[in-house]
């Protein structure tokens, strides 16, 4: 495999067209890439792009040497899971907002809704099993957090896409989820982390980091 996840000239609008940015860069198998700048740089609309939730005006991606319009848009949101900063959580309890993705329209086949590996990341994520029949819009933030990355580690997406990870973590909840993904992005080959962050030190908790950076 040539190209992971290399994207080049890839061009989108802040809001309106003269705020245009445009961008090149690579992520590697096994690396976290950090995307840097000032605050309304562009760092979140970047991630919506990648994840073809917000257009793109021009550029491309190509994912494993393949053109991102070659990828249906269920098939590349398979691969590729988007986690925004604030939380989304649907009406319903906590189970049905893990379940929520498998019933999209598209989703691969091959991923099924597996309880035993529900349990195994609510442990690792220290959340009680009573969170599946919580109302999950009673979710305190970092609950509700924890779940979404849950929600987003179950489709089995081969890069994930974290928009502030921690920014509603306690200290020792913000150590468990890095490491974590720390230990995820390594665990299987074929796999990587888009990562925006303002903190500095959650940066240090990963081993192999790149870094990109939009203007002011
Ligand atoms: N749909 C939109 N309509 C108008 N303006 C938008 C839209 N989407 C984004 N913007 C503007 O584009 C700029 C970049 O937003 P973005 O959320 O990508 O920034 P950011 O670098 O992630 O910022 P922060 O670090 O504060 O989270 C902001 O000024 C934002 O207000």
Same mark, same amino acid.
């Given at each position: 495999?040539?190209?992971?996840?290399?994207?080049?000239?890839?061009?989108?609008?802040?809001?309106?067209?003269?705020?245009?940015?445009?961008?090149?860069?690579?992520?590697?198998?096994?690396?976290?890439?950090?995307?840097?700048?000032?605050?309304?740089?562009?760092?979140?609309?970047?991630?919506?792009?990648?994840?073809?939730?917000?257009?793109?005006?021009g550029?491309?991606?190509?994912?494993?040497?393949?053109?991102?319009?070659?990828y249906?848009?269920?098939?590349?949101?398979t691969?590729?899971?988007?986690?925004?900063?604030?939380?989304?959580?649907?009406?319903?309890?906590?189970?049905?907002?893990?379940?929520?993705?498998?019933?999209?329209?598209?989703?691969?086949?091959?991923?099924?809704?597996?309880? %035993?590996k529900?349990?195994?990341? +609510?442990?690792? =994520? /220290?959340?009680?099993?009573?969170?599946?029949?919580?109302?999950? !819009?009673? #979710?305190?933030g970092?609950?509700?957090?924890?779940?979404?990355?849950?929600?987003?580690?179950?489709i089995?997406?081969?890069?994930?896409?974290?928009?502030?990870?921690?920014?509603?973590?306690?200290q %020792?909840n913000?150590?468990?989820? +890095?490491?974590? =993904? /720390?230990?995820?992005?390594?665990?299987?080959?074929?796999r990587? !982390?888009? #990562?925006?962050?303002?903190?500095?030190?959650?940066?240090?908790?990963?081993?192999?980091?790149?870094?990109?950076?939009?203007?002011?």
């Open positions: 495999m040539q190209d992971f996840f290399r994207f080049t000239e890839l061009t989108y609008y802040l809001g309106s067209r003269e705020r245009e940015i445009r961008i090149s860069g690579e992520l590697k198998p096994g690396y976290v890439l950090v995307v840097k700048g000032p605050s309304g740089s562009g760092k979140s609309t970047l991630l919506k792009v990648m994840a073809r939730l917000v257009k793109a005006q550029g491309e991606i190509i994912y494993r040497d393949k053109n991102w319009y070659a249906s848009p269920y098939a590349w949101r691969c590729i899971q988007y986690v925004p900063q604030k939380p989304v959580m649907f009406r319903g309890n906590g189970r049905e907002n893990l379940y929520k993705p498998f019933l999209l329209k598209g989703i691969r086949e091959d991923r099924i809704f597996n309880e %035993e529900v349990r195994e990341y +609510l442990d690792i =994520f /220290s959340l009680p099993p009573q969170i599946l029949e919580q109302e999950a !819009i009673t #979710l305190s970092g609950e509700a957090a924890r779940l979404s990355f849950i929600r987003a580690l179950l089995e997406p081969s890069i994930i896409l974290l928009d502030e990870p921690t920014a509603y973590l306690d %020792e913000r150590i468990k989820v +890095l490491r974590f =993904f /720390s230990r995820w992005v390594k665990e299987e080959p074929g990587g !982390i888009v #990562l925006i962050s303002h903190q500095e030190n959650d940066i240090e908790e990963f081993s192999d980091t790149s870094f990109i950076s939009l203007g002011g």
